[in-house]
């Protein structure tokens, strides 16, 4: 064929290509939200307001961080998203910037409480809330196809479950069947049977003290605590040093024995979104029970 002619053929089928990537790129999207409400966008959002860490987390790891014009306050990773305008928290999400960040949809909780006022002003609004963990496959899922990514959201859940199998295999055969108490809070709330945080401990062959009735993250009486006797509590670094100076918490075999996981305020990050990082809280929480229950230690 004519060198000119051969070129010019190059030319025209790249320029094709670009064509139905573009317009691929622009088809219209249809998302359902947790809220059963129907979102309609005429192509993938390319201006993006995230009220939620897990959200926003989720947007960036399904490729898009470029797209996130603001976050709320406690979104910081990955570090990118920290340089950005900060609209306020759950309830005090500041309205009048976000409005002018002029944003193709905002992502946020169910329990949001400006979901109305966005929605009266004209912004499209997408309610995600992820709880367990079946909730953060279907989020993920959701917000690839809202971003037009197709089955990336997919390919984020097996790597997440890989990365939970591989955790789950460096955990000490001695600290199978174990009873624990995960604290999420010094109220006491803890992280029962139903939350992602329950599953992940129950994928790593722990003993849930919290049993799914309860509900994901109930508030506990002290006693009810005590009266369970975990073996090993997990717990933020801020409140791992005054266990045992709580009343009747001293002779909990955890205390005793000093099996206490006390995380970071950066792991705690980690470990309470219920997101694309699950799977290194899973790493996170097995590392913790490698030092504290040796293999071969005693039960």
């Not at 990773?77 to 759950?90: M, Y």
């Not at 009266?120 to 990514?149: C, F, I, M, N, Q």
């Not at 010094?186 to 029962?192: E, I, K, L, N, V």
């Not at 206490?260 to 997101?275: H, K, Q, T, Y």
Request: charged fraction near 20%; glycine fraction near 8%.
């Amino acid at each position: 064929m004519n060198p000119i002619l051969a070129g010019l053929k190059r030319r025209l089928l790249a320029a094709a290509l670009a064509l139905g990537a573009v317009c691929s790129h622009a088809a219209p999207v249809t998302v359902t939200d947790d809220r059963g409400v129907t979102v309609n966008l005429p192509a993938p959002p390319q201006r993006i307001v995230s009220l939620l860490p897990s959200l926003t987390e989720t947007v960036c790891e399904l490729g898009s961080c470029a797209r996130v014009v603001a976050t709320d306050r406690y979104s910081n990773h990955p570090a990118s998203v920290r340089a950005l305008p900060k609209t306020g928290g759950l309830d005090d999400a500041n309205i009048e910037m976000i409005v002018a960040l002029r944003p193709d949809v905002v992502l946020l909780a169910i329990s949001s409480r400006v979901t109305d006022r966005l929605e009266a002003l004209g912004l499209k609004v997408v309610a995600l809330e992820p709880k367990t963990y079946e909730d953060v496959h279907r989020v993920a899922s959701k917000v690839a196809r809202l971003l037009g990514a197709g089955a990336a959201g997919e390919r984020l859940w097996q790597r997440m479950e890989a990365q939970v199998n591989n955790a789950a295999r460096q955990v000490p055969a001695q600290a199978r069947g174990l009873r624990v108490y995960y604290e999420v809070d010094s109220a006491p709330y803890a992280a029962g049977e139903s939350s992602f945080i329950g599953h992940t401990l129950a994928r790593l062959g722990l003993v849930n003290i919290v049993p799914a009735k309860l509900g994901p993250f109930p508030k506990l009486n002290p006693e009810y605590i005590v009266r369970a006797d975990p073996q090993v509590i997990m717990v933020s670094a801020r409140h791992g040093g005054t266990l045992p100076g709580r009343p009747g918490w001293s002779g909990i075999r955890a205390v005793k024995d000093k099996r206490i996981c006390a995380f970071s305020a950066e792991e705690g990050n980690v470990l309470s979104r219920p997101g694309p990082r699950m799977g290194e809280a899973a790493q996170i929480m097995a590392r913790c029970l490698k030092g504290v229950v040796p293999s071969g230690g005693a039960r």
